[in-house]
T-cell receptor
Framework: GQQLNQSPQSMFIQEGEDVSMNCTSS?????WLWYKQDPGEGPVLLIA?????ELTSNGRLTAQFGITRKDSFLNISASIPSDVGIYFC????????????FGGGTRLMVKP | GAVVSQHPSRVICKSGTSVKIECRSL??????MFWYRQFPKQSLMLMAT?????????EQGVEKDKFLINHASLTLSTLTVTSAHPEDSSFYIC????????????FGDGTRLSIL
């Protein structure tokens, strides 16, 4: 289906650095979700955002739901090698069978 | 937390074989499950929405006779790739969400399908 605009496509950073990635859409979503996918595995939910403007943290991860409901960012502080993977944003409407619209993914590589 | 189990994790078989993949919600009921396909270095592509007790809804371009979906209970959906060919080789992932309340989707660990 339609994809969200996710950037950057890839990042290669030094261990300990902070990371920021974001997603934008021309459509409004009721829920924004951030997932991480390790090679050969399914995506794992990191953070779910339900309210416009909502800022939520999960350990070193922080995500915000944009006021317009058309964008979201995910920050990772003090990156570590196990943060390596592909991060996907996903927008969900309250109807339409609760289908998810995915971003293209951000591939994160961390240099020890 | 919500757990989705997908089986098998990997299948290697000859061309012409039909392959069945199971997706189970272990600790919640899911009236709706979703089946995705993912090519290397790409995002997830929704194939179909599996509805408990009724026909699946397929996305445009996905052959319903090729990818048979059955959702016979609130905790199990199956995807059968019929007469699989090498071009069907891919990573197939299911997801499910708890029917109660505004819950996010949780994904299975995926099935790597390789058709020789």
């Amino acid at each position: 289906g339609q994809q969200l605009n996710q950037s950057p496509q890839s990042m290669f950073i030094q261990e300990g650095e902070d990371v920021s990635m974001n997603c934008t859409s021309s459509s409004i979503f009721n829920t924004w979700l951030w997932y991480k996918q390790d090679p050969g595995e399914g995506p794992v939910l990191l953070i779910a955002l339900y309210k416009a403007g909502e800022l939520t943290s999960n350990g070193r991860l922080t995500a915000q739901f944009g006021i317009t409901r058309k964008d979201s960012f995910l920050n990772i502080s003090a990156s570590i090698p196990s943060d390596v993977g592909i991060y996907f944003c996903a927008g969900q409407l309250g109807n339409a069978g609760n289908m998810l619209t995915f971003g293209g993914g951000t591939r994160l590589m961390v240099k020890p | 937390g919500a757990v989705v189990s997908q089986h098998p994790s990997r299948v290697i078989c000859k061309s012409g074989t039909s392959v069945k993949i199971e997706c189970r919600s272990l600790d919640f009921q899911a009236t709706t499950m979703f089946w995705y396909r993912q090519f290397p270095k790409q995002s997830l592509m929704l194939m179909a929405t599996s509805n408990e007790g009724s026909k699946a809804t397929y996305e445009q371009g996905v052959e319903k006779d090729k990818f048979l979906i059955n959702h016979a209970s609130l905790t199990l959906s199956t995807l059968t790739v019929t007469s699989a060919h090498p071009e069907d080789s891919s990573f197939y992932i299911c997801s499910a969400r708890d029917s109660g309340g505004n819950q996010p989707q949780h994904f299975g660990d995926g099935t790597r399908l390789s058709i020789l």
